[in-house]
Every structure is written in C-alpha cells, then in structure tokens.
C-alpha cells in the first residue's frame, strides 16, 4: 500500500471502480482514432465502388476473326484494309502509323446516329493486353443502310504493328443501365 490508498489515520481506502484517469484517457484516445478512421473510410469506399461502376462499367467483348463482320451499335463493322506509314512530322525510328479501313453499314437512324458520334472509341491492343489509342476520321455523315468507309489511325511500335487487334468501343449513350459496355476486337 501506498501513501494516497489509505487515509491519514491509516485505514485503507474503498477501492474505486473503474479505471485510473490515465488508463480511461489512453482507452478514449485510442476510440477516438478509430472513429475518426471510419469516418473517413467509410464514405470513401463507397463513393469509390459508385465511381467504378459508373465511369468503368463492365465490357462485353465480341471477337471476330479476321474478314468477318461483327455487330455493334446495331450497325455492321468489318476491317476492309490495313496499312502501315510514317508518322507525320516524325523521323524514321521506332514507330509507325498503323492505319486501318473500316467499312461501317448503319441498320437504322440511332446506329447512324451512335456510329457518327463522338463516343465510339478506337483502341489498338496486343496480345498482352497494352493498348494504344487510335482515331476514327469519318468522310462523310452516316447514313442508315448506306456502308461507308471510316480511317483509323494510331501511331505504334513498329515491332508491334503486324501483331495488334482494333478495338472499337460503343458509346456510353448506347448502353442500357446495368447492361455491359458493348466492344468489338477484331482479330489478326
């Protein structure tokens, strides 16, 4: 026993319940912190989950072989040409500009409409999953039930050129919710 357990004329103090001030403060810094925490992490994680949802929907990749026609927007699409360049305003070296003809052929208004937007999105992708952007340039304004040619152009390795697949990916305004984002891959 200590001096401050007993009283002055020697009989010990009742016991009090609890804890000691200290150890009450340690144990609510401690809830502090991970209350804090979870505040935090909390909105975090969800606002997280909806973001991933919504700007990165799952995709439903559609293969078609190489000379065949593939579906997508409700228009047909098939890779008509391909051709390797130098890039413009660059030196020989270790790129080149693939270019690819595509013959699209919108069934009704909406597919003329989706495939005229500025939404479909062109990718060049290898076998090990890299990929490398690629614009569409279209000559005229779609047309239901009229075919017509669209250019797709991408500056790549050029070890890599002869091997790449396109890519051609829906418009977002084409897709239902909850529904997949709709891609074609053409392969080589």
Request: aromatic share 4%; glycine share 8%.
């Amino acid at each position: 026993m200590t001096a401050t357990d007993t009283r002055p004329d020697g009989i010990p103090l009742p016991r009090r319940p609890g804890m000691r001030p200290r150890d009450r403060r340690i144990v609510q810094a401690i809830a502090l912190v991970c209350a804090m925490a979870a505040m935090l992490v909390v909105p975090w994680a969800d606002e997280t989950r909806n973001v991933r949802r919504a700007l990165k929907p799952p995709e439903k990749v559609t293969t078609v072989p190489e000379g065949r026609i593939g579906e997508l927007a409700g228009a047909q699409w098939k890779v008509v040409d391909r051709r390797t360049a130098a890039p413009l305003g660059q030196r020989q070296g270790d790129v080149v500009e693939l270019r690819l003809e595509v013959a699209v052929r919108p069934s009704d208004a909406a597919s003329a409409k989706a495939v005229g937007s500025y939404g479909l999105a062109y990718r060049l992708r290898d076998d090990e999953g890299r990929t490398w952007f690629a614009g569409g340039l279209q000559t005229a304004e779609p047309t239901p039930g009229v075919a017509q040619r669209v250019t797709v152009k991408g500056t790549v390795p050029r070890t890599k050129a002869d091997a790449l697949e396109l890519v051609i990916q829906a418009p977002k305004e084409t897709r239902r919710p909850g529904a997949p984002q709709a891609s074609l891959r053409f392969a080589r």
